[in-house]
């Protein structure tokens, strides 16, 4: 029988279209993997962005203001702890006070606020 009468791929052919398929496979995987990786970090800058603001308004609405230096502690929410810290520092105004919020988790920092306060009501 001729060549022109066959029916079906070489094996040649079947090796190269199983490569293709094999890198698409991969390339697929590793976009679902780092689309779950970034639905992650949005989702610790967003909790963390929530404590860190319920935190500032602690800060901005506490009679009297808070004194100057560094405090810390943890924040329970949505099942997770957060660590956090603030620093209240002078500014130049005697009348103003400058409030840096930080919030971390296991991972490292999530969320940041500064933010200005005056001294007295």
């Given amino acids: ?16 279209a199983l490569a293709v398929f ?13 689309n ?24 901005m609405t506490a009679q009297p ?12 929410l949505a099942g997770r702890d957060w660590r956090w810290a603030r620093a209240v520092t002078a500014t130049d105004d005697p009348d103003i006070l400058r409030i840096d ?5 296991d991972e490292g920092q999530a969320a940041e606020r500064v933010l200005f306060r005056a001294v007295a009501p």
């Fill in 36 to 59: 779950t990786r970034s639905a992650a970090r949005a989702e610790t800058r967003t909790l963390g962005g929530i404590v860190a603001e319920n935190l500032a308004v602690e800060a």
């Fill in 1 to 16: 029988m001729s060549g022109k009468g066959r029916d079906g791929f070489t094996l040649i052919e079947l090796l190269v």
């Fill in 22 to 34: 094999a890198l698409a496979a991969l390339a697929l995987l590793n976009l679902g993997g780092e």
């Fill in 65 to 76: 203001a808070p004194a100057p230096g560094d405090s810390d502690g943890t924040e329970a």
């Fill in 101 to 105: 919020i930080r919030v971390s988790d």
